[in-house]
């Protein structure tokens, strides 16, 4: 396995892992997880290694950086890359990770907008993958493209009023 882990990492990580400025323990069960799981390419973790490396972070708020930087909105990985990290990591601690006080359609929702996001990055990533070939799968995929971007205008729209409203509480 460490074998394999040394193969897949680029030469200046493993400088930057090797000289212990990023936990490997952080790279090994912490940041692989989204690159199996959620179709996080490699350069975006090596971005934020470099984002993050010699910053003399806790595992625990790199953990909390990385489930920022890869689900969270672009706003929070655009300060993680310029080096706010004291900022990002205010911003993701005032939000209970407990669902205490919500309501079952509060906790539903939340899940369901995990669910999205998470759905999104994976289709996002696997549109351009040169293996898609099959006629019969792009017949099927065209159709089922059809439906999403006809939903597309007013899911966006509720989503962003929404947004604004959640952002006012």
């Known amino acids: 396995m ?3 882990l040394l193969d897949e990492i680029s030469q200046p990580i493993q400088q930057i892992l090797f000289r212990g400025a990023f936990p ?7 940041l692989r997880q989204f690159r199996r799981m959620n179709s996080v ?14 910053k003399r972070l806790s595992v625990r708020d790199i953990e909390r950086l990385a489930h ?14 310029g080096g706010k990290l004291g900022w990002s990591l205010d ?5 209970p990770e407990d669902l205490e006080g919500c309501n079952a359609l509060e906790r539903v929702l939340l899940k369901d907008l995990q669910i999205v996001q ?18 019969a799968f792009f ?14 205008e007013p899911f966006c729209e509720r989503v962003r009023e929404f947004y604004d409203r959640s952002g006012h509480a």
Do not use: W
Not at 24 to 30: D, E, F, I, Q, S
Not at 41 to 51: G, H, L
Not at 139 to 152: I, M, P, R, Y
């Open 2 to 4: 460490r074998r394999g």
């Open 118 to 135: 998470k759905y999104m990055q994976r289709v996002m990533a696997k549109c351009h993958d040169g293996r898609l070939k099959n006629r």
């Open 41 to 54: 390419r490699q350069d975006e973790i090596e971005q934020f290694i470099k984002a993050v490396a010699g």
């Open 91 to 95: 911003q993701m601690k005032s939000v």
């Open 139 to 152: 017949a099927q995929a065209n159709l089922l493209t059809g439906g999403l971007l006809s939903k597309f």
């Open 68 to 81: 920022g930087y890869f689900r969270g909105p672009a706003s929070l990985r655009e300060a993680i890359d």
């Open 24 to 30: 490997v323990y952080c790279y090994m069960y912490t």
